[in-house]
T-cell receptor
Framework: GDSVTQMEGPVTLSEEAFLTINCTYTATGYPSLFWYVQYPGEGLQLLLKATKADDKGSNKGFEATYRKETTSFHLEKGSVQVSDSAVYFCALSVGSGGGADGLTFGKGTHLIIQP | DAGVTQSPTHLIKTRGQQVTLRCSPKSGHDTVSWYQQALGQGPQFIFQYYEEEERQRGNFPDRFSGHQFPNYSSELNVNALLLGDSALYLC????????????FGPGTRLLVL
């Protein structure tokens, strides 16, 4: 079946450090890929997405590129802030491509940014 | 513009009981999905409703059932509760026509004792 594997946390960084959270996937067909973020006390929010190979999703300084050859969708940010502290989930959807179908999530990576 | 709302926010039940959770989708959305998120885990897809019918289903037993109403709101029912059903239950909505990404509600936290 479909699955998503992401790096275990917690990941602790200093403010302004470079961030990478690894995500790899296994899927039948051609999935759409997503990063969701869950801030403390809040619900899941879509951070960015990519619907086909070599697409780059970006939002709020975060980026991720859909790499079909390595089945990866790593999340990066050049300079993190304390406000980026949250749990990040990588997810995929195999369907019509827009992400309205059922999502398969990874276990989440807890990111802690220290001032 | 109201987002996805869920009720109740918290619930405590005992083993063997039945529970109903409710979800109102984001304004204009017609598709509702339900997820179970155990502590420290990612959400797991339970099922999706569109046009008042279950369209997709994840790997959950028949104890989990749902309903979608003409106003697109939805209910999740769980029968014969087990301790392992304790989790955060998330509702997400989307618009079928635009095939957009899902918007999530804050969840209902269920504790089974």
């Amino acid at each position: 079946g479909d699955s998503v594997t992401q790096m275990e946390g917690p990941v602790t960084l200093s403010e302004e450090a470079f961030l990478t959270i690894n995500c790899t996937y296994t899927a039948t067909g051609y999935p759409s890929l997503f990063w969701y973020v869950q801030y403390p006390g809040e619900g899941l929010q879509l951070l960015l997405k990519a619907t086909k190979a070599d697409d780059k999703g970006s939002n709020k300084g975060f980026e991720a590129t859909y790499r079909k050859e390595t089945t990866s969708f790593h999340l990066e940010k050049g300079s993190v802030q304390v406000s980026d502290s949250a749990v990040y989930f990588c997810a995929l959807s195999v369907g019509s491509g827009g992400g309205a179908d059922g999502l398969t999530f990874g276990k989440g990576t807890h990111l802690i940014i220290q001032p | 513009d109201a987002g996805v709302t869920q009720s109740p926010t918290h619930l405590i039940k005992t083993r063997g009981q039945q529970v109903t959770l409710r979800c109102s989708p984001k304004s204009g959305h017609d598709t509702v999905s339900w997820y179970q998120q155990a502590l420290g885990q990612g959400p797991q897809f339970i099922f999706q409703y569109y046009e008042e019918e279950e369209r997709q289903r994840g790997n959950f037993p028949d104890r989990f059932s749902g309903h979608q109403f003409p106003n697109y709101s939805s209910e999740l029912n769980v029968n014969a509760l087990l301790l392992g059903d304790s989790a955060l239950y998330l509702c997400a909505s989307s618009l079928e026509r635009l095939q957009e990404t899902q918007y999530f509600g804050p969840g209902t936290r269920l504790l089974v004792l």
